[in-house]
């Protein structure tokens, strides 16, 4: 058993990209009369776009209010306007701390993952620089089912032929975290300590990150 790679969530990780989502939501939300605050927001970080509107319409109780087709039509409208607030994302939106652990785990020879429910996670990687610094993407086109679901951390693993024990994956989200474990992974989470009972290790801010302290604490726990 070694550490062999890390994989990351991307957004509200790599980048505050979940802000905008957020800001996307909470205008679709707002056109339907629906009250959608940042707090109800914690539950959609990491779940697909449909099963965000869902809770959306459950948030506002108005779950049968619509056809599919309606409901494919809300959700383009929300990406329409997500599509419109990232527009304007460069290598200068990537989080405090990231680059310098992306730059740290390559430079130890370890395997770099993304796994993201996102399906404009290419978009956002293209715009962020980042997308030839990292060995595999795996985001929401390319699997079935999504966070909690491991299969997007077991997929990233597998095409990086790592064992999914000796990875590291780092999340924001409650539904994401989940799906680390989930996988056997190492789980290392961003925000409030008392959301991710289930993390094995929490940061409130991404430049709190460390290459060496997380190796540290994985070693550590392994018994290596
Ligand atoms: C996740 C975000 O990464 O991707 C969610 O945490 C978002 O907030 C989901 O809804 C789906 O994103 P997209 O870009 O496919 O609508
Ligand atoms: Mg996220």
Redo the contacts with the bound molecule.
Sequence with gaps: MKLEAFIF????VITD??EY??LA?QALANDMGITFTRED?EL??????M??LEKILEIGERSSDFSEAEKEAL?SK??DH?LTLITKISPSDILPGIKELLTAIKANGLKLGLA??????FT?MDSLELKDDFDVIV??KTITN??PDPEVFLTAAKLLGVSPANCIGVE??V??VEAIKSAGMYAVAIGAGESFPLADVVYSETGELSFAKIKGLFEKEKGI
């Design positions: 969530d991307l957004d509200g990209t979940a989502h957020f939501w927001n959609l970080k990491g779940i697909s776009r099963e965000s959700a929300k990406n997500y993201s429910a996102s399906k404009n996670a956002v985001d929401a999504g966070k924001d989200a539904a994401g």
